[in-house]
């Protein structure tokens, strides 16, 4: 038995049940032994799945061209581009190799907010090249100052614990994790008012049929909240896949759309194996817009991946064949393109 499943069997065996989000937090953020510390998730080829930072350095390279072009509009004067959970630090390698070139001589602070000590470590020793010009805090709330600059994220907000909710006679119950024999099952208990739920109209809630379910993330909401607040000026920006509200009602939605990844085999069985395989959700995005709203951001965008990144790529001009290809995997609708999007609001 892995060690963090014997940690989630003791939790459960003392409390009786525990939340999804509380799994999913220990299977994938347990010190040193979640999945995310255990061996920081291979990725690409070797490892569990693909994101748009595996394709190449191309990703980067348009994030660095459009990041120069925002920072240019901000004006003079010192700014900071923040990356939230930098993963190895490839992608914080790639724009900072790029953003040079899009903006000589800029008076810029990178910064990573990395709360795992251990892929800091890992992040450090990646970006060594760039010593003197990155940071490292453990949290947003330990940032010294206001941001004036750009706050952004990718593939972060997917990877945060989510309640599972599921419809049973018109009302919506929480399905907790118990355990049964030797396995872990599904326990559902009314559901509490501190987690929140769904808005459903009453000519949906007629027609939604019992067991549908559907996820909630309180942790990327207020995530959210809290880097909306430390920008004092600038461009706050996630890019992941999700949907807007409505799109989770959708009928091939009914079993939610919590998946669990590994080897690059996809899986519904979430509670199977925890601490050796990926666990995510996608991303309410018209939640995380309310919420960057509430704190007097303005939406500026919400688009598939595949524009965002084209309206940069038009302004490119040094084009090769690895360079085409990486793009095309990066805005293809049966790669990358459709699935993931890109939310830029702005104070």
Request: aromatic share 10%; charged share 20%.
């Amino acid at each position: 038995m892995q060690q963090v499943e014997s940690i989630i069997r003791q939790e459960i065996i003392s409390c009786g049940s525990i939340s999804f989000a509380r799994f999913m937090e220990l299977a994938l953020y347990c010190p040193k032994i979640g999945y995310y510390e255990r061996d920081l998730a291979p990725i690409g080829r070797k490892g569990d799945f693909y994101t748009s930072v595996s394709t190449g350095p191309l990703f980067g390279e348009l994030l660095a061209q459009q990041f120069a072009e925002w920072l240019r509009k901000l004006g003079p004067g010192e700014l900071t581009v923040i990356e939230a959970g930098a993963h190895d630090g490839q992608l914080a390698n790639d724009i900072l190799g790029s953003i040079e070139k899009w903006r000589p001589g800029l008076s810029l602070k990178f910064v990573i907010v990395e709360p795992s000590e251990r892929r800091r470590v890992v992040q450090q020793a990646k970006l060594a090249v760039f010593a003197g010009q990155v940071s490292w805090f453990a949290s947003l709330d330990a940032l010294p100052d206001p941001v004036s600059g750009i706050i952004f994220s990718n593939e972060l907000l997917d990877a945060m614990p989510v309640y599972l909710l599921q419809w049973q006679r018109g009302k919506w119950v929480e399905l907790r994790v118990a355990l049964r024999g030797d396995s872990f099952v599904w326990h559902p208990v009314e559901l509490s008012t501190d987690i929140g739920q769904p808005t459903v109209v009453p000519e949906l809630a007629a027609v939604l049929p019992d067991g549908f379910k559907i996820e909630v993330s309180p942790a990327a909401r207020r995530w959210w909240q809290a880097a909306a607040a430390r920008l004092a000026c600038g461009k706050l920006v996630t890019i992941d896949y999700g949907f807007e509200h409505d799109e989770f009602f959708m009928p091939q939605r009914a079993a939610g759309t919590l998946r669990a990844y590994y080897r690059h085999h996809l899986t519904t069985d979430v509670l199977a194996r925890p601490g050796e395989r990926d666990i995510t959700a996608h991303v309410n995005f018209s939640d995380i817009k309310t919420a960057g709203e509430s704190c007097g951001l303005r939406t500026e965008a919400l688009v598939s991946q595949a524009q965002f990144l084209t309206e940069v790529a038009a302004k490119v001009s040094d084009w090769n064949s690895e360079r085409v290809r990486q793009f095309q995997t990066l805005t293809h609708p049966e790669h990358l393109g459709r699935s993931f999007k890109v939310l830029i609001q702005s104070r």
